[in-house]
């Protein structure tokens, strides 16, 4: 049976019963502006998880067209991936962090 952090007062009664997983990162890696992909064996340690750390906000032109775009990114096993569409005239390179839970 799992188990976390319990805490009992001094009769005995338990107070506290945190069972919840924590996260772990295994790295982090920028895309630069072309696609690409990171395979981690650790990915199948646990749930995987990433966050994208926005390092270059979006742009408008003067009609309000976006200039610049983010990737897709996705998790394929214990492959992190990211790609940018080949419509994309400006990419915008992205800092990707990455773990497992």
Do not use: H, K
């Amino acid at each position: 049976m799992p188990q976390g952090l319990q805490c009992w007062d001094a009769s005995g009664n338990l107070v506290l019963d945190v069972t919840d997983r924590l996260t772990r990162i295994l790295g982090e890696v920028g895309t630069g502006t072309t696609s690409g992909s990171v395979n981690d064996a650790n990915f199948a340690t646990g749930t995987p998880w990433f966050f994208v750390r926005d390092n270059s906000p979006q742009t408008f032109d003067e009609s309000g067209i976006a200039t610049n775009y983010p990737c897709r990114i996705w998790i394929d096993g214990n492959t992190l991936n990211w790609e940018f569409s080949t419509s994309t005239a400006y990419p915008i390179s992205r800092n990707i962090l990455y773990g497992v839970y």
